[in-house]
């Protein structure tokens, strides 16, 4: 799924982005968020590749968003 395809913050609108950092190790930290801050899903634990990050915080962020949005209801 390309970013521009995530659902948008349910607060604001925007669209996530990715806030990932490799360490020096070259694992791969961080999570997904609202560039305002409002919602952000993070890494459990650390990825192999920025792919591996990126694939793991997509169904997080679906989910929360979903969560969300039902309970706005
Ligand atoms: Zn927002």
């Known amino acids: 799924m390309k970013q521009s395809e995530l659902p948008r913050c349910p607060e604001c609108g925007n669209m996530p982005e ?16 609202c560039p ?5 899903v993070n890494l459990n634990g650390p990825a192999g590749s920025r792919a591996q990050a990126e694939k793991r915080l997509t169904p997080q962020w679906i989910e929360l968003v979903e969560k969300v949005t039902l309970e706005a209801q």
Do not use: E
Not at 18 to 33: D, I, Q, R, T, Y
Not at 36 to 40: E, S
């Open 18 to 33: 990715f806030a990932l950092k490799p360490n020096h190790m070259g694992w791969v930290w961080g999570g997904l968020k």
């Open 36 to 40: 305002y801050d409002h919602y952000r």
